[in-house]
Structure formats: structure tokens, C-alpha cells
């Protein structure tokens, strides 16, 4: 009986190619064996077998030491009493999420993790790290804020322009641009009502002392030749103050 050649890929007995080392980004690939789904259900028992089959399983774990021995991969009574590099089966929503965790064990009780992949409706990816979304999250935080300013900038420059060289343009550029003026401040109104549609309203004045009775101004309810006319009146005497001179008493 023929046996195949040492190098070739994709015989039986012959493991695919090493993945890359632990910690390289591979977030922008995702595998998916339509075959394997349509023969197999996805569940917490064969979803090892289906993750084996993709390029971020790693052929040198713990893991697969147990598959060779017959014994099923996430056994953690075995696991537990070897080192080195091995994944476990964190969470579980079947049919459709699986996530994988990649850790290194350096001890029963000692665990360090190292990556984590999930399975979503047979699709297979590589979690990001933190650190990474963090970045991104900022970078794009840092984008939009640069591009509001930029555009803001650009319309407050419209708006206070004056252009000297333009001050004898004919009638109807003028009426253009201040089209656009008061669309701008238009805008800007709404923007302001509505933001104090939004803000609580003003808590109401404290109330007066005991005993007081607030002055009525009577100006106010006049119109304004009434209060053109009492400006040239003479001021009310205060009663208090200004009483003229004081009388003595007669004995």
C-alpha cells in the first residue's frame, strides 16, 4: 500500500500548517465550514472539533493531546494536571454564541490568559484586545471631534467674513449672502431653544419677609409720553426720610 509523501498538504495524519504566534492580530479574519455546519449540529460538545478545523487553533495545546488519547478536549480533570498552552470553553448560548478562551497554565489553580475567539452562528473569529479597543475607540472619538471643529470653524469664518474688495458687489450677492447669514443664525437659534427645552426650569424667587408690600411702579404701566412727562416732574418726597423740618412740642 502507497504511502503519501511527507510534505504533502492536507493528508490524513498530517497537520495543517502552525498558526502564528500567540498575541498576533488575526481580528480580520473569520472561518466558516458550510460542510462541517450542514453535517454536524454546533454544540457545547462538537464546537472544539469545529474550531479545530479553523487557522486560529493551535495544533501544539494541551488540547490536542487529549484528542489523541481519546479523551474529549475540554476535560478539565485532565487539563488541570497539565502545563502549557490550552483553551477552555468560557461561555455558552446555544446554538448560536461559543467563546473560546486561549490560556497558558502553569498550575492547577494558576491561569493566564492569553486570547479569546467566539463562535457566532458558525463564524468564527478572534476576539480584539482591549488595548486595541480602546485605540480604535478614541482614534474615532478624536476624528469626529477634529471634523465638528474643522466644519464649526468654517462656518463661524462664513458668517464673520467681510470681504472689503466685495463691498460695491452688485444688489443681489449681497442678498445671497445674508441668505445664508440668517440661515445660520437660524440655525443656531433652534439649536439654543432647544437645548433650554432640555435644561430644568429657573426655581421660582424666595419669598418676601413678613409685612412687606412690594412698591407698585406705576411708570410701567403708563405708556411712554406719560414717562417722558414724569421725568420732568419733580421726584416723590419719601415719607420716611424727607419730611421736612422737625416740630417742637409746646409746653
Not at 98 to 115: A, H, N, S, W
Not at 144 to 171: C, R
Request: negative net charge; aromatic residues 10%; contains cysteine.
Amino acid at each position: 500500500m502507497a504511502t503519501p509523501p511527507v510534505g504533502a498538504p492536507g493528508m490524513e495524519g498530517r497537520p495543517p500548517a502552525p498558526p502564528p504566534p500567540p498575541g498576533t492580530d488575526m481580528t480580520g479574519i473569520c472561518f466558516r465550514d458550510q460542510l462541517w455546519l450542514n453535517s454536524f449540529p454546533l454544540d457545547r460538545n462538537l464546537v472544539f472539533d469545529y474550531f479545530a478545523l479553523s487557522p486560529f487553533y493551535d495544533w501544539t495545546c494541551n488540547n490536542e493531546q487529549l484528542r489523541m488519547r481519546s479523551i474529549h478536549p475540554l476535560d478539565l480533570t485532565h487539563l488541570s494536571k497539565m502545563t502549557g498552552t490550552e483553551y477552555m470553553l468560557n461561555e455558552v448560548l446555544e446554538p448560536n454564541l461559543f467563546v473560546i478562551r486561549k490560556q497558558k497554565r502553569d498550575g492547577p489553580e494558576k491561569v493566564t490568559p492569553m486570547l479569546t475567539y467566539y463562535v457566532l452562528d458558525g463564524s468564527i473569529y478572534q476576539a480584539p484586545q482591549l488595548c486595541n479597543v480602546f485605540a480604535a475607540r478614541a482614534g474615532r472619538a478624536l476624528y469626529y471631534l477634529q471634523k465638528a471643529f474643522t466644519n464649526a470653524a468654517s462656518k463661524l469664518e462664513k458668517i464673520g467674513y467681510v470681504d472689503s474688495e466685495n463691498e460695491n458687489a452688485p444688489l443681489d450677492s449681497k442678498i445671497g449672502k445674508e441668505t445664508i447669514d440668517f440661515k445660520e443664525m437660524k440655525r443656531i437659534d433652534h439649536i439654543l431653544a432647544s437645548l433650554q427645552r432640555k435644561l430644568p426650569p429657573a426655581p421660582p424667587p424666595p419669598p418676601f419677609p413678613e409685612g412687606y408690600v412690594p412698591p407698585q411702579n406705576a411708570d410701567s404701566e403708563k405708556g411712554p409720553e406719560a414717562q417722558q412727562a414724569g421725568e420732568a416732574q419733580q421726584a416723590p418726597v419719601d415719607p420716611i426720610i424727607d419730611q421736612g423740618p422737625a416740630k417742637r412740642m409746646r409746653f
